[in-house]
């Protein structure tokens, strides 16, 4: 679910002030909204009567996505906290 709301958050490298992305920020009744249905789905949805083995192989697939995406999240993370980018590449390994 993506936010629809017209606000979005600018994260800004501090090395170089350069943008790395526009974050949208969700409105409370978005996340709400976001919350119910995740809720109904599972009570409701295919997933609980899904076979385990095919459940791993989604959940697999879910992880794989993730972690094509981190260093996405690692710029993001580490423009939050002003940390190097470089800190925050590879920490979700070291777990």
Known sequence: MRAIGSKSKTR???ADCKTLADVPIAT????DLAIASAANAFEHGPWPRTDPSERAALMTTFAE???RRMP???RLWATQVGAPVARAVGWHRSL
């Not at 409370?28 to 996340?31: K, L, S």
């Open 28 to 31: 409370a009744d978005e996340i």
């Open 65 to 67: 996505a993730l972690e």
């Open 12 to 14: 800004v490298s501090p």
């Open 72 to 74: 996405y999240f690692a």
